[in-house]
Structures are given as C-alpha cells and as structure tokens.
C-alpha cells in the first residue's frame, strides 16, 4: 500500500484546542456546538475554516491555518477562540478546556450528527460514547518521509515531559481518580489509540496501515489515534499526548516544545547520526508514571533503570532546547514553561481549588477564567 507523504518545505505547524462548551449557570457541558457553528460559519461554506464539530456536541475544535511560528499560531487560536465566546455568550455558555470535564457524566451527552462519529459509537460502543474527554494537538512539519518514523521514534522518550506538563484531568464525574491525566487512561480503551507502535521504515509503516485496512480493523488511517503520529496528507508529524490546556500560554508552551523537539532530531539526522528508539516497556512505564504522579513521577532515563524528576527532565530539556527555540522565534514561549512549572500544572491548580471550597463549581469557574484571561 503506498501512502503519500506530502513534505513540509520546513517545521511549519498546525495546533488543534478542543474546547468544552460549559452552561454558565449550571457549570456543566452544554451541547451547543451545532447552534454556535452555524451562527458564525461564513455564508457559502459547509464548515468554519478554523472551528471545527467534534464527536460531543458539548465540543468545538479550533484549528489554525499552516503556520511559520508558534506566535502566529497562537494568535490564529485567539482569534477563533473570541469568534466562538463571543456567539457563545447569547446561549449562557461559556469556554475552557481541561482533560476531562470535573463534574459532567459522559452517559448525559450527545453525539454529533456526523457520520463518522455514528459508525464510530456503532463500532466501538460503550468505549466510544464514554470519550468525553479533550485534548490539544500539534502537528510539525517535516521535510521527508524517510525521517518521519525515526523522530516519532525517538519522541516517545519525550512522552511523560508532555503528559505531565499539560496533565489537567484529575476528576472524573466529580470524583478525585488519583491520577494526574484521567484522559489518557480513557482514551487508551480504544483499540488504535495510545502509544505508537515502535517501526523501523515508512515501508513497515504502510505495510502496518495495509493490515489494519484489509483486517477491517479500519477504514482509514485518521482511525489510528497514537499519542504520536505521521500524518501523510499534512506532511505532519502530530503530537497528541497532551491533556486539554487551559490557557493560550500553556498551548503556546507545548507548541513550542513540540517544534522544538522535532527540529532538533530533523537536524541530527541531517547530521548522519542515528536516532534513538526507546524500548517499548520504558515508554510505557514513563507514559503511566506521568499519567499517575505528574509532575512528582519518576521516569526512567534509559535501558539501565536510572531514574529522575519528570519536572528535572523538562527543565533540563527546555534548557537544551533554548539555541533551537532562537532560531524558531519561539523563546518566550518555549521559556514559559518554567514559569508554569511555577505555578503548577493544571491537575495540580484544579485539586488545589477544590480543597479550598470543596465545590467542584468552583474547579469549573477556575478554568472558565484560566481561559478567558490566561494565568
């Protein structure tokens, strides 16, 4: 099976927000999307071009164009994002984003009319209908096909930095889980979905897509839904470990992070030097550890069982970053993560809020006002 690549003339970006729309009175997911969308789409068009129908109708995506830098992606999202509040507020609803909704129980909500999503719940059922989850995702550009496999790779060393960094999803249906990212554990049900599998070529890339077509195990290859993964018709490569980030700070932080990472590994090969290809049961220790603790998890750092601070690793990673970030423009955004570190990751904020009030309305209005006036 031959599976295009449509190469990046360079590490350009593309950033997805999944916003939850949230009834201001009640503090609970609102299906709203299909009103809001058809208010604010332009006259002539299907679909907005940059806010998008998600499998809940409590959900609107926001997308950017193909961008050069993070500022103008994050300023892209901005737009949108005052585009969507500002038809939202006639409805009582307001935005956020976080992991998982604190309060609202997945059984209550609606799925889209769209055709994928109905054969989506009609093949994986009770899995499906319980993904009332959000995330952010970021696709990087790359110049050939050939590299494609070895950065994804060798970016799943770098699993539990993002995962910890942007973990938001302590609650689920008003209870405490325990763990930093509930979204990822929920997510993981679907069979294509979670960690990619580790292959050595593009060719054992399309050989393995082949299988899952002609198996009937898929349709198409936007049904594999790996924490990383190439995506041909972009000619991405799109990281979609993170939990929902609240605030465009945090987006911009992971979005320079993520441009970063892939330009320096783009740059050792072009070098001649062979990338690293983690083992498959360190990636997924580290994913969980991060997906548990957060940012107090304890990751492996390499096949002899070593072990440090996830927050240690990051810093120490956004450090070695900081020459990549100059050239790419992005330093401020990329040098926000300490700050965030700072004042802890969203799990962290939200938990921190509900012990003060014990009232999980409150979790809701922090991050109701974490997106409208950042951190």
Not at 32 to 40: F, G
Not at 74 to 89: K, P
Not at 130 to 144: C, E, K, L, S, Y
Request: proline share 5%.
């Amino acid at each position: 099976m031959d599976i295009p690549f449509n190469p990046s003339a360079g590490p350009t970006l593309g950033v997805e927000w999944e916003l939850e729309l949230v009834d201001r009175d009640s503090r609970e997911l609102s299906p709203r999307a299909i009103e809001i969308l058809e208010a604010i789409t332009p006259d002539g068009l299907d679909e907005h071009p940059r806010a998008k129908h998600e499998l809940l109708q409590s959900c609107i995506e926001v997308v950017t164009g193909v961008c050069e830098t993070v500022s103008e992606a994050t300023g892209q999202l901005a737009e949108t994002v005052a585009e969507v509040q500002a038809e939202a507020d006639r409805y009582g609803v307001g935005l956020m984003c976080s992991g998982t909704h604190p309060m609202s129980d997945f059984r209550n909500e609606k799925i889209s009319p769209k055709e994928r999503y109905t054969e989506l719940v009609e093949n994986m059922q009770h899995l499906a209908r319980q993904m009332a989850i959000f995330g952010v995702h970021v696709h990087v550009g790359v110049t050939a096909k050939e590299k494609v496999v070895p950065i994804v790779n060798a970016l799943t060393q770098y699993i539990p930095h993002f995962l910890a960094f942007s973990a938001s999803s302590p609650f689920w249906i008003s209870e405490d889980t325990g763990l930093a990212s509930y979204r990822s554990k929920v997510f993981e049900a679907l069979p294509t979905a979670g960690l990619p599998f580790q292959l050595d070529s593009w060719d054992e890339f399309e050989m393995y897509m082949e299988a899952l077509i002609e198996t009937k195990t898929i349709d198409t290859i936007r049904e594999v839904w790996w924490d990383i993964r190439p995506h041909p018709n972009f000619g991405t490569i799109e990281m979609r470990i993170c939990d929902g980030l609240p605030s465009l700070e945090e987006v911009g932080a992971v979005t320079a992070l993520s441009q970063c990472l892939v330009v320096m590994l783009d740059r050792e090969i072009d070098r001649g030097y062979r990338l690293p290809k983690p083992k498959q049961w360190l990636v997924r220790e580290n994913k969980w550890r991060a997906a548990r603790y957060g940012l107090d998890a304890k990751i492996v750092v390499d096949n002899i069982r070593t072990l440090r601070p996830v927050r240690d690793a990051l810093l120490g990673l956004v450090e070695e970053l900081m020459p990549t970030a100059k050239r790419l423009g992005c330093v401020d955004e990329l040098g926000a993560i300490e700050t965030i570190l700072d004042r802890g990751a969203s799990y962290q904020r939200q938990r921190e809020r509900f012990a003060q009030t014990g009232d999980m309305r409150d979790v809701v209005d922090l991050l109701l006002k974490e997106m409208q006036n950042g951190l």
